[in-house]
């Protein structure tokens, strides 16, 4: 447990007799850029203000390197966050933003006034020290805010949903800086979003939360294609989700085809998830596939076409590069290997 | 709806019962009229340089100002706690304290006899329990009290309501950047409730510093402030012109306060005066 | 915890501080005896000398009628005012607001006076009508100031969108922009009865003829000293005063609930 910097130790929070998150169990190492990943509502903000100081649990522990940290008010954690709306003051301008935090610490003038120029540095806005906030745009806001949590080297930076108001160019830029950043400044990162892509590119972890509770801990690509559950499956990346029998190991009965796959350890006849990529679903000719059926919809993604299949009573969600038109018969296969199998989950988990 | 001539009406009425006025008063203020002749003269503003009349602006300033210090001081702290208090009471409380302001104005400042006068409730309540009797009326104090009384809800609203607005992450931003609840305050609230405090002492202080029913009712005529001094001219005197000439003043007065605190008013409402 | 108390202790002076002047009025309008120091016990006596009082009663009439009449008379003039404006171009619509805001800003007393000197020029006699006239002048900036900025937010493709359902130009402003621009209508209108029930200076200044309102009349009754018809008239006015708010937050939050449970 050496290097686990934050542990949630069984954390609740209850709003007005609702629980906004049970039971959260998990731990944040050094240097870990890790994502809480969820829709709206599903407890990822709570919990981050609750490592933040901004709410308190009703219940479990919340420890900083094995010390309780409920005990402290935000302004004595060595944590520092990057809000949504960024909260800039909007009476002061960059440079006394961004010196803000040093000013009541005490540092001397000077070392401050080097700190805040490195740090615009870093965030490629150098030369901005006496423009007011307001004539900034929403990137360069977004860079300031920050700038402003960074200048005070924090042990954690949270961020919470720093570019959900930038356009998807200045997003997707910026998510490159930020891991950048991350690896560069050495500081553990822990941030809350719910675009799964966002996560994927820039995590080394990512906790997927669904209606308070914890669905799956892992690394992207662990998520990615080994999702636990059906929430998990859906909610990253694309997926075909079909209800289906577990006949005997590496054997699975679904859309009324038996289908050998790779996973094995469940019960005879165990009703479970199957779930399949839709770029893991292949279209083949209508006499070589598992299943047989006709194209739908197509429609062109850019990146590759995406095609419907009506086959066995079912639509399947195929992606390929190559163009089968819509009305076309064909044959559906998948590789045992891009079967994935999971429990089925209780329906209010 | 390209229907302006709707507002010709008003425009007219505007022209008549508003313009002209002041016409009359500037033209008065501006004028002799002895007989015959009428002539232009500054004589009716160097008269109100005069000790006496000097003596009385002296007086409105700064009484007007003193409420206007204890309506901020009181009024601030009482503003916060509103703003911070939790959502099902907060309305109940700013219609209580709004309420009040629906009573008659003079009601409101006659009630104050009651309560003030040697035979009155307080000096009772001092009787009673060993003290002397105190001479609350018909004084400065009584007039500083009737100003604070009827206002201090007019430096509490404005105060409130940018309170209120003030976005809630900039507060948490600045505890999370390091500053305790005390710096918080200093750094972050109070700039930001500036424009409210502003308009809280305007609207305090330009009524105080015109009364003349407050003077008039606590003060008992002991204490004259410009509001009498104008009363007087008109309705007891006959001065029209010397009235006209102090009522002018007073309006410079009110101009120069303005024109401090819009330097600081962001707020247009599509047509405002600078 | 402390914390909390000393703000609830804080809040609880301030409206001691607010009330105590009022009730202590109340009290001693039920007071058997004129003395503000000792209570010689309950009556009701006061109450109905005051109602007896023809003088407050006539008081009463004047302000209630001046009251209603300056603020219906101001909304309609200030409402046509507030569109005529709003379609004004800048140097226009600057000129007319500034005059707009002259009674506005002015100190009452001065208004009074500009006013009286207005009538006594044109060599009206004051009494009903100059006190109407200078009410409705008041009022109306107010009306306008409370209807402009619900102009202003309208939306012109609303309208556009009536007549394009096949409205006549009259049709649409009944059942599209009045509805929306109602509340500010309302608004001005309450507030233009409130100041001017309410008003003494300008009233002072511009009436004669023996007609009084109940401002007038309560400043010349005080300036003679205490009378405890004055406490009767003060509870019952904020008794009436508090009712009316009561009924009518009953009726809004009725209608508020009818409303949701109609969606």
């Not at chain 1, 910097?5 to 050094?30: D, M, Q």
């Not at chain 1, 940290?69 to 006394?96: D, G, W």
């Not at chain 3, 309410?198 to 023996?210: A, L, Y």
Request: aromatic content about 10%; charged content about 15%.
């Amino acid at each position: 447990m050496a290097d686990h910097l934050i542990n949630l130790i069984n954390v609740s929070k209850e709003y007005n007799g609702t629980k906004a998150i049970k039971n959260i169990n998990l731990y944040v190492r050094k240097n870990e850029f890790i994502t809480l990943l969820g829709p709206s509502g599903c407890g990822k903000t709570t919990t981050l203000r609750i490592i933040g100081g901004f709410e308190y649990p009703t219940d479990g522990q919340v420890l900083f390197e094995g010390t309780d940290l409920t005990v402290l008010p935000p302004y004595r954690r060595k944590i520092n966050t990057v809000f949504q709306k960024y909260a800039l003051f909007p009476h002061m301008n960059v440079f006394e933003n961004i010196a803000f935090g040093l000013k009541i610490k005490k540092i001397e003038p000077k070392i401050i006034a080097e700190k805040v120029g490195r740090i615009l540095e870093l965030v490629c806005l150098s030369g901005y020290e006496k423009r007011s906030i307001n004539s900034l745009s929403g990137g360069q806001q977004q860079r300031i805010a920050i700038a402003r949590a960074l200048v005070n080297e924090p042990e954690i930076l949270l961020l919470d949903e720093p570019l959900g108001a930038l356009d998807l160019q200045l997003r997707k830029d910026m998510q490159l800086e930020l891991k950048a950043m991350q690896q560069r400044l050495g500081i553990t990162f822990i941030y809350v979003t719910h675009d799964q892509e966002e996560a994927l590119t820039m995590s080394d972890t990512i906790v997927v939360m669904n209606k308070g509770q914890i669905q799956q801990i892992g690394t992207p690509v662990d998520i990615y294609n080994e999702p636990k559950n059906a929430f998990v499956a859906g909610f990253i990346g694309e997926s075909n989700i079909v209800s289906g029998i577990m006949l005997e190991d590496f054997l699975v009965e679904f859309a009324g085809c038996k289908v050998p796959c790779s996973d094995q350890g469940f019960a005879t006849n165990e009703p479970v998830d199957v779930v399949i990529r839709p770029e893991d679903l292949k279209i083949v000719d209508e006499t070589e596939g598992i299943f047989k059926g006709s194209v739908k919809y197509v429609t062109f993604k850019g990146v590759h076409y995406e095609m419907i299949v009506e086959a066995h009573g079912m639509d399947w969600m195929i992606h390929s590069t190559r163009l089968r038109p819509a009305g076309m018969k064909v044959g559906l296969k998948v590789d045992p290997y891009d079967i994935h199998i999971m429990k089925k989950v209780a329906a209010n988990a | 709806m390209r229907k302006t001539w709707l507002a010709y009406p008003y425009t007219l009425w505007m022209l008549l019962f508003t313009v002209i006025p002041m016409g009359l008063l500037i033209y008065f203020s501006f004028t002799t009229n002895s007989g015959t002749n009428t002539a232009l003269t500054w004589t009716h503003f160097q008269r109100f340089f005069e000790p006496i009349y000097l003596k009385v602006l002296l007086r409105s300033i700064t009484l007007a100002a003193i409420s206007t210090v204890i309506c901020l001081l009181i009024g601030y702290p009482a503003a916060m706690i509103l703003n911070g208090s939790s959502l099902k009471y907060k309305n109940t409380m700013i219609t209580l304290l709004v309420l009040p302001m629906w009573m008659n104005f003079l009601l409101r400042t006659y009630a104050w006899l009651t309560l003030l006068e040697r035979k009155g409730i307080i000096n009772s309540l001092l009787v009673a329990i060993g003290l002397n009797r105190l001479d609350l009326l018909y004084n400065e104090f009584a007039v500083i009290l009737g100003m604070v009384y009827n206002f201090i809800p007019f430096m509490i609203l404005p105060i409130y309501s940018v309170l209120n607005k003030i976005d809630r992450s900039l507060i948490e931003a600045a505890e999370d950047l390091g500053a305790n609840p005390v710096i918080t305050f200093i750094k972050v609230i109070f700039p930001l409730s500036l424009p409210g405090v502003l308009s809280g002492i305007t609207m305090v202080f330009m009524p105080a510093v015109t009364t003349f029913v407050i003077s008039r009712l606590l003060g008992g005529g002991q204490i004259t402030l410009i509001g009498d001094l104008i009363e007087q001219q008109f309705l007891l005197v006959g001065d029209w012109n010397f009235g006209s000439a102090i009522s002018l003043v007073m309006i410079v007065i009110i101009l120069i306060t303005m024109g401090f605190t819009s330097k600081y008013e962001r707020e247009q409402t599509g047509g405002g005066l600078w | 915890m402390v914390t909390r108390i000393l703000k609830r202790c804080y809040i609880a002076l301030l409206f001691i501080f607010l009330y105590a002047p009022i009730i202590v009025l109340a009290i001693f309008s039920f007071n058997s005896s004129r003395s503000r120091g000792t209570w010689d016990g309950f009556t009701l006596k006061w109450y109905y000398e005051m109602f007896q009082d023809r003088q407050i009663m006539a008081a009463l009439y004047y302000s209630l009628i001046i009251g209603v009449t300056s603020a219906l008379v101001a909304t309609i003039i200030g409402t046509m005012a507030a569109f005529g404006i709003h379609n004004m171009k800048p140097f226009s619509k600057t000129t007319v607001m500034n005059i707009t805001y002259l009674p506005v800003l002015n100190p009452d007393i001065v208004t009074g006076i500009s006013f009286m000197l207005l009538f006594i020029f044109l060599k009206i006699r004051l009494g009903f009508l100059t006190l109407l006239l200078s009410h409705i002048t008041f009022n109306i900036p107010y009306v306008i100031l409370s209807v402009l900025p619900k102009i202003k937010q309208l939306d012109k493709s609303m309208y556009e969108a009536a007549l394009d359902l096949g409205a006549t130009p009259f049709y649409a402003f009944r059942k599209v922009i009045l509805p929306e621009i109602m509340p500010g209508v309302i608004t001005g209108l309450l507030l233009a009865f409130t100041l001017s029930f309410d008003d003494f200076v300008i009233s002072f200044f511009n009436t004669g003829s023996g007609v009084s309102n109940l401002s007038i009349l309560i400043y010349s009754m005080a300036r003679r000293g205490i009378n405890p018809k004055i406490n009767a008239l003060s509870t019952f006015m904020f008794i009436s005063v508090l009712t009316l708010l009561i009924v009518v937050n009953i009726l809004m939050s009725k209608q508020q609930k009818t409303k949701e449970e109609k969606i």
